[in-house]
């Protein structure tokens, strides 16, 4: 999904041909876009009315609430917990209920946030600063409460992205031209160098599978460990103690 201020509308895109499906218009200009799963809807945000709207799996745009600011551009939505965190031009995050589309707090930042991403592993959100910065706002979604700022580059970045897998988050630094690598600290620290820790079924459609004597398992063919680690090589091997992958 893609947000579009200057004609006013949020486009679908079918991402394996990038090919335009669908085009919703909206009543106010829009700045900022995030896809909740779960519902099958995304959420897009107006920075110049602070209206929050919902656009539903068959294109039809509905309002969703009033966060009460202008300027907002930053949405990241907890689908655990049915929580969308909005950031502020008052120097806070709002988290509302998706259910209820109350504001269930407000949680006051040293800045003013821009763009959020969120950890849905731990339900931590991090926030890019607006201009000379050189922080990285840290907030626990489930606590509703601010941890702290992480050090980053030189800030006013409009990327901000978490890979749950990894715990690291990603900030886009415009004025230093450099790319902030930082740790998520409340996530579960990485399992030593050469494996991965992980939850999952491991498939494996050909091949063979051997119980080694030590415990483990090796499977050799085409492997799948999990959604987001298919391995398509066909003599794909992959030696797996449980939860532990070498």
Known sequence: YVANFGIISVQGIYAANLTVVETAGLPNHPTFVTVDVTRNTAYVVSNE????????????????????????????????????????VGSKVYAYDLQTRLRQAEIALPGTPKVLALNPGDHQVFASPWGNARDLYQVDGAGLT???????????????AVNPLTALVYLANRFDNTITVARDTCATPPPPSGQTRMAGVIRVAAGAVVDLPDGRT????HVVLGDYFPLAE?????????ALLT
């Open 146 to 160: 601010y941890r702290g700022a992480l050090p980053a580059g030189w800030g006013d970045g409009d990327g901000l």
């Open 234 to 242: 066909p003599d794909a091997e992959v030696v797996f103690d449980q």
């Open 49 to 88: 009315s602070g209206n929050i709207y919902a656009i539903g799996p068959d294109n039809p745009v509905s309002y969703l609430l009033n966060a009460g600011d202008s300027g907002i551009v930053g949405l990241a939505v907890d689908e655990a917990l049915d929580r969308l965190f909005i950031s502020s």
């Open 218 to 221: 090796r499977a050799r063919g």
